[in-house]
């Protein structure tokens, strides 16, 4: 077996161990009152209503996003209700654990078997695919019509996109950081 692909089965096998953890961990999420209230204080008021309609686990994970943000140092209110909102857009089409196990598995294995433009909501076994390319967009259009900010609006819009290793800029630093913080949580 050649170094290359045996790097690429130890990294399947670490994905697979980290999707098992966190399923785990979704099945067994809880939000407290006072989580709700550490939400609530680092996300304008005007956004609690959408965070509420996340699911347990989303909140959980979003929880986990924000305080791995502010273990990093950061302070910036926007990049911390980021934290909180990235992942918002999937209220629109809500996914199981399953089906978001599946999604991750199956793009790490075969990064390009779904790579597409979506225009139309789609069913059967690209549903998980489709939402976890599209609910970036919806996020951000929800949190605009919840009158977030533009610098918040655009941090979840692009917060799966690929940042630069060496960010030039102020909103790729934070993307860097969001996108960091998402994928440690």
Wanted: charged fraction near 30%.
């Amino acid at each position: 077996m050649a170094s290359s692909e045996a790097f690429h089965i130890s990294d399947l096998l670490m994905t697979v161990a980290y999707r098992i953890a966190q399923f785990i961990r979704n099945l067994t999420a809880r939000i407290t009152f006072e989580d709700l209230e550490e939400a609530d204080s680092y996300m304008p008021s005007e956004m609690h209503p959408l965070f509420r309609r996340m699911s347990i686990s989303e909140q959980a994970h979003s929880l986990r996003v924000m305080r791995a943000l502010i273990s990093e140092g950061c302070t910036d209110s926007d990049v911390l209700a980021a934290g909180l909102l990235h992942d918002v857009g999937k209220i629109r089409h809500p996914l199981n654990i399953f089906e978001r196990i599946v999604a991750v598995l199956v793009r790490r294995v075969f990064p390009k078997i779904t790579e597409r433009e979506w225009d139309e909501p789609v069913k059967g076994w690209q549903r998980p695919f489709f939402v976890a390319d599209c609910h970036p967009k919806w996020g951000a259009e929800l949190v605009a019509d919840a009158g977030g900010s533009k610098r918040l609006v655009e941090l979840i819009r692009r917060h799966q996109e690929a940042v630069p290793s060496l960010p030039k800029t102020e909103l790729e630093r934070q993307l860097a950081a969001l996108k960091a913080a998402d994928e440690k949580n």
